[in-house]
């Protein structure tokens, strides 16, 4: 590694340790909570890499979420889910943004707790709706009314998703306010 090169990376490493971040960032919550978008700009904002668990799943398989759930069912998505975000938190820190289930189950949650920082972005029911309604790529709301299948998943799921290191709301202003809100998070967390 040439010299600007090593520079550089301990710039943006040096970034990220300001807010106490040493491991990867794990987004979870809900479909529509902002996990994605919210995770570019705030690995923009640490400098640290950004990666979406459903597009890797979705090249490791060759298929889309979709395509996944109809051919092979939920549970061989939550297992390949679960390897896929096993090799994402290995390595350097990055911010990786998961799908709405990924942290429900208890092999993936163990792992996420054990080598990364998992940050539960919590949205109202509907700022989800309106978030979901924009594409028809959720497999979980085909099969009735988004707005109740979201408030069955969000009863079910709190008590796994309460579980995270963090909670950061995620409302209906700029995705730059969820990003101001994890990065107070850090810092108190830090000075903590």
Known sequence: MTNAKQKNQAKKQSVARQYGVDRT???VGLMGAGKTTVGRRLARKLNLPFVDSDHEIEKAAGMSVAEIFECFGEADFRSGERRVIERLLDGRPQVVATGGGAFINEATRGLIKDKGLSIWL???IEVLVERTGRRDTR????TGDPKE???RLAAERAPFYAQADMKVASSSGPHE???AGILEAL???KAA
């Open 149 to 151: 299948i979201l408030t």
């Open 177 to 179: 306010d969820v990003v």
């Open 187 to 189: 810092k108190a967390r």
């Open 139 to 142: 497999p979980l709301l085909k």
């Open 122 to 124: 919590d949205a109202d």
């Open 25 to 27: 960032i794990v987004l």
